[in-house]
């Protein structure tokens, strides 16, 4: 099961730097988005059955999205909230892939206790952070986070974002997140969580609180910490045309493998995450 955003993103690929006062030509497309979103369609089309728990609004958009999500094979487990307007999300891409995000998470933030469902005794649930990161969906990332652990199951956190987390809390963040059996930071998160300046010493560091530690070093690979191991994987070569939702395809890839044999080589959990990463970061949009 996945808990978390859906949102149409409107992805903005820019022909040069941005022109502030002026014009500047981009490539503009609109495509299915959302951190939770994104995640569930990556692991379906890798083989990997999902629920999605999440909001849209009662419009077009959201409308749109749900049969995105269906047709792409994910069960949707989505409350469509009346007055609410569906996420969305601008993602400003700059020559070289790096990208800004302007985020209005509309029904997103109307996510309930009530809307995540029981889930499966010796399954999976996967929560984005963006659902801890606001008052008002927080309850019901730690809703899914109890009943998770009440029912075995292991559980996979991504932190989202450094800022909002930063603005959330440090120490909240891990009391609330304490039982996840895997978490998934980028490097910059990893370093806000543990006060290491050192990737590989971050995740370390968070090996020794969750039995895994997956950091993400963007063009540099990614690293695997569990118990006194490190295992370090490089990047896929790609030429990147937008980096929006590498780390959420990066999440399906590693889970699709890990999920299958939590006890086979971390190289290959690691390698299927940056390979569907690489695939991403290739065209423009997250998936």
């Known amino acids: 099961m996945v808990v978390g955003d859906l949102a149409t993103d409107v992805v903005a690929v820019l022909a040069g730097g941005p022109a502030p006062g002026s014009d500047r030509p981009a490539a503009i497309r609109t495509r299915g ?6 995640v569930a369609v990556h692991l379906v089309r890798l083989g990997t059955p999902v629920v999605l728990a999440g909001c849209v609004g009662d419009d077009p958009a959201g409308a749109a999205l749900l049969a995105e999500l269906a ?9 469509v909230v009346p007055g609410q307007p569906t996420g969305t999300i601008i993602s400003l891409v700059e020559p070289g892939g790096q990208r800004s995000m302007l985020a209005d998470r509309g029904a997103n933030l109307a996510l309930a206790p009530a809307d995540v469902p029981r889930p499966s005794p010796g399954g ?5 952070g963006y659902t801890l990161l606001d008052p008002r969906s927080r309850p019901a990332g730690l809703a899914a986070l109890a009943a998770a652990a009440a029912a075995g199951c292991t559980v996979s956190v991504d932190p989202a974002s450094a800022d909002p987390l930063a603005r959330y809390g440090v120490g909240r963040w891990l009391a609330d997140t304490a039982a996840a059996t895997l978490v998934l930071p980028n490097a910059d998160e990893a370093r806000l969580l543990t006060g290491c300046a050192d990737p590989a010493d971050a995740a370390r560091a968070l090996a020794a609180r969750h039995p895994v530690a997956v950091v993400t070093l963007g063009g540099d690979g990614a690293l695997w910490a569990a118990g006194d191991r490190l295992v ?5 070569p ?7 939702g590498a780390g959420d395809a990066f999440a399906a890839g590693l889970l699709s493998v890990w999920l299958a044999d939590r006890a086979g080589d971390p190289s290959r959990a690691l390698d299927a995450g940056l390979a569907r990463a690489a695939a991403v970061v290739a065209g423009p949009g997250a998936r």
């Open 124 to 128: 999976h649930l996967h929560l984005s």
């Open 232 to 236: 370090h994987r490089p990047a896929l």
């Open 238 to 244: 790609a030429a990147v045309v937008d980096t929006t």
């Open 71 to 79: 047709g792409a094979g994910v069960r949707p487990a989505v409350r």
């Open 33 to 38: 988005g959302g951190a939770g979103a994104n």
